[in-house]
Each structure stands twice: as C-alpha cells, then as structure tokens.
C-alpha cells in the first residue's frame, strides 16, 4: 500500500472525528450564568493576586535594578501590596457591588 494512500485516509479519518465531535459540543447547552455575587468574589480574588503580582515586580525591580538589598525590597513590596489588598477590600467599584 501506498504511503500516501495512508497519510490521505488517516486525515479524512481525524477530520471525520473531529467534525463528529464539533457537531456533539455545538449541540450542547453551555454553562449556567454566574449568580452576581460569584463574579463580585472572582473580581476581589483578581484585584488581590493583581496586587500580589505587582508586589513581586516592585519586589524584583528594586532588588535587581536599584541594587536594594531583597529582604528590604520585599518590606517595601509587601507593604504596597497590603495596602492595595486592603483598599481593594474597601474601595469597590460599583459595578463590582452587589445589591
């Protein structure tokens, strides 16, 4: 048999696959909506891992670029970032309020 008889029937065969299954998730209902106060939880999850995220930048940018020594740099880092968890706490925009 030819190898490229082969290598043909092989893609008209993962083609067919995939076209069944395309088919089958096209045909299925996707995932309930989110209730109004899980997406308020996820946005306070991602303003918190933000500030974290952007602590550990400030962190790196000061020990690596400014030559600060990194226990101090991580004081300063952790300091911000508190203050940006805790305002995220209390400052919230209104979209993000639930009623």
Do not use: C, W
């Not at 190898?3 to 893609?11: M, P």
């Not at 998730?25 to 308020?40: K, L």
């Amino acid at each position: 048999m030819n190898v490229a008889k082969v290598r043909i029937a092989l893609v008209l065969a993962l083609t067919a696959f995939v076209m069944s299954i395309a088919g089958r998730i096209r045909a299925e209902q996707g995932p309930p909506a989110p209730s109004p106060q899980a997406v308020a939880d996820s946005r306070a999850v991602a303003a918190t891992h933000r500030s974290r995220t952007l602590a550990a930048l400030l962190q790196v940018a000061l020990h690596g670029f400014f030559g600060m020594s990194y226990l101090l740099a991580g004081l300063i880092a952790l300091g911000l970032a508190a203050i940006g968890i805790l305002a995220g706490f209390f400052v919230r925009p209104a979209s993000a309020r639930v009623t």
